[in-house]
């Protein structure tokens, strides 16, 4: 008797709370779709959040690299290639960084330092002008005797 009793209790269970949450379900769908949910509106408003916070982080950052961008500008001006290179490296700036290391030999080579402008040249690959300066520094090298006729 118990047992029957016990089991009518299970049947009345789950028989009533099946149908309970399968309309549960179907209303938290309904109220999702809508936009009337709690949680869904909880969850929009965590994502804005979250938007907002990214879209600020990437407003600063774009400064900040717009900045430095502009810093190195003024390095290369003032004839400061190292740290130049440092931040166009830092940023992937590639063809910028190999326009400042060009724009280096060039000075080094007015300077008289051809040893370095050779290395920048290697550096970039372009072999063509380390061969001028080679020969640049060979006519350096040489002995010139003027000759003069009587």
Known sequence: MIIELIFAMFLIIVI?????????????????????S????????????????????????????????AEAESLIKRNKFEEAINIYD????????????????????????????????EELGNIKEAARIRKLQAEQGSVKVAQKVV
């Open 16 to 36: 009533g709370y099946m149908p309970y949450l399968f309309l549960k379900m179907i209303y938290e769908t309904y109220l999702i779709k809508t936009g009337k």
């Open 38 to 69: 709690k949680r869904q509106r909880e969850v929009s408003k965590s994502w804005r959040e979250f938007d907002e916070k990214q879209l600020r982080r990437d407003t600063v950052r774009k400064i900040k690299k717009e900045k430095r961008l």
């Open 90 to 121: 830092t940023y992937g700036y590639n063809e910028m960084l190999k326009a400042t290391l060009r724009k280096q030999a060039y000075v080094r080579e007015k300077a008289l330092d051809y040893d370095s402008a050779i290395l920048i040249w």
